[in-house]
């Protein structure tokens, strides 16, 4: 149980483009959707945190008209990447929980890695 | 604020010895904590976690940790290492709870298993 999934898996995109990343938890219902940033090598670094139905959250220093999320259910949220630039670049992983005044667990997708041109 | 320290970047072990990564956090209630596995090009998989009661946590794949309070730690092991093993590991603590539910990572231990 617990299976997050991301698609694509991997995009090559021109600059200037945007990009869309889907990700879905198959088996439970995800109140809340976390997207994260790998560089190589690194750790991940929190993007936003998303509840379903509400806007997302985003982390000091992350551009929210950048990084456009969007949870409109309880299985699926997306990441759109705005004008994608080379610096943009990474491996860019979801992960999703249920939610309430305990700590849950997250379940991770296996990643986007997103290569712009 | 919270913080997560792994000391070890890189760790090289013989197939069936032992292993023991570390984990150290900063935390001012009690934790919630986690370690994860990474294979190459791929997402986070949970090995296991704590949240109350037993401080020494079974998980998945023959590991298990233990919680000290005393020292902020929370110490990966596995008596005997696979090959299979070799993957980057990850010690993250829940910050928030509730409705944020946030991990803080390490830096992450980068495991290599030599035959």
């Known amino acids: 149980g617990a299976v997050v999934s991301q698609h694509p898996s991997w995009v090559i995109c021109k600059s200037g483009t945007s990009v869309k990343i889907e990700c879905r938890s198959l088996d439970f219902q995800a109140t809340t959707m976390f997207w994260y940033r790998q560089f190589p090598k690194q750790s991940l670094m929190l993007m936003a945190t998303s509840n379903e139905g509400s806007k997302a959250t985003y982390e000091q220093g992350v551009e929210k008209d950048k990084f456009l999320i969007n949870h409109a259910s309880l299985t699926l949220s997306t990441l759109t990447v705005t004008s994608a630039h080379p610096e943009d670049s990474s491996f860019y992983i979801c992960s999703a929980s249920t939610s309430g005044r305990v700590m849950k667990t997250q379940y991770f997708g296996p990643g986007t890695r997103l290569l712009v041109l | 604020a919270q913080s997560v320290t792994q000391p070890d970047i890189h760790i090289t072990v013989s197939e069936g010895a032992s292993l023991e990564l570390r984990c150290n956090y900063s935390?001012?209630?009690?934790?919630?904590l986690f370690w994860y596995v990474q294979s190459p090009g791929q997402g986070l998989q949970l090995l296991l976690k704590?949240?109350?009661?037993?401080?020494l946590v079974q998980g998945i794949k023959g590991f298990e940790a233990e919680f000290k309070r005393s020292q902020s730690s929370f110490n990966l092991r596995k008596p005997s290492v696979h090959w299979s093993d070799a993957a980057e590991y990850f010690c993250a603590v829940g910050a928030g709870g509730g409705a944020t539910n946030k991990l803080i990572f390490g830096t992450g231990t980068l495991l290599a298993v030599q035959p």
């Open positions: 935390y001012g209630a009690t934790p919630y």
């Open positions: 704590y949240f109350s009661g037993d401080t």
